[in-house]
């Protein structure tokens, strides 16, 4: 179950990146985007949130902690000046 988890957690960011690098672009109108924008995103809720009951709440803290791009721009910086 944790590996389903782990799955539905990283599968959880796709529709968001879809929504905002791919959408866009797409020969669609503007009602079309918008409800796929809509289902993109609600489906990425649900996978998240579906993790959450999988993988417990100090599991996903902890894994969000280190998407952070915050937590990410810092270990890059000290990657450079070593």
């Known amino acids: 179950?944790?590996?389903l988890g782990l799955f539905l957690f990283i599968v959880s960011f796709l529709p968001w990146l879809a929504v905002f690098f791919v959408v866009p672009f797409l020969p669609l109108d503007?009602?079309?985007k918008t409800t796929l924008s809509?289902?993109?995103?609600?489906?990425?809720?649900?996978c998240f949130w579906i993790s959450v009951v999988l993988?417990?709440?100090?599991?996903?803290?902890?894994?969000r902690r280190y998407l952070d791009p915050r937590y990410?721009?810092?270990?890059?910086?000290?990657?450079?000046?070593r």
């Not at 809509?38 to 649900?46: N, P, R, S, T, Y």
């Not at 993988?55 to 894994?63: D, I, N, Q, R, S």
């Not at 990410?72 to 000046?81: D, G, Q, Y």
């Open 38 to 46: 809509v289902v993109l995103a609600v489906g990425a809720e649900v």
């Open 30 to 32: 503007i009602t079309q």
């Open 1 to 3: 179950m944790q590996k």
């Open 55 to 63: 993988l417990g709440k100090e599991v996903v803290t902890k894994y």
């Open 72 to 81: 990410l721009w810092k270990k890059i910086k000290n990657f450079h000046r």
